[in-house]
Nanobody
Framework: QVQLVESGGGLVQAGGSLRLSCAAS????????MGWYRQAPGKQRELVAA???????NYADSVKGRFTISRDKAKNTVNLQMNSLKPADTAVYYC??????????WGQGTQVTVSS
């Protein structure tokens, strides 16, 4: 069994910061990629940020320069530092783990709300 525990969501004013964390536990052979998708009501789910086992990163254009993803491979933990938050960042953020083999895993989601 694999569990992804997310934390760090909440309410923040525009221009503020939040830090999301996601810790994976359980039987995972090898984690290739970890990161977050987000989904706002009425919109499709989009990739926010991801980091690979080799340290490569990928960001949505809308968050480049504002969000930073990092990873602690030994702890199977990934963090997302979100700065200069905008109301458009309001969404449910879902942590994901993509193993080298096997199915992907998803966290339960954490709400991020940015007020104007």
């Amino acid at each position: 069994q694999v569990q992804l525990v997310e934390s760090g969501g909440g309410l923040v004013q525009a221009g503020g910061s939040l830090r999301l964390s996601c810790a994976a536990s359980g039987s995972i052979f090898s984690i290739n990629t970890m990161g977050w998708y987000r989904q706002a009501p009425g919109k499709q789910r989009e990739l926010v940020a991801a980091i690979t086992s080799s340290g490569g990163t990928n960001y949505a254009d809308s968050v480049k320069g504002r969000f930073t993803i990092s990873r602690d491979k030994a702890k199977n933990t990934v963090n997302l530092q979100m700065n200069s938050l905008k109301p458009a960042d309001t969404a449910v953020y879902y942590c994901f783990v993509h193993p080298r083999i096997g199915n992907d895993y998803w966290g339960q989601g954490t709400q991020v709300t940015v007020s104007s």
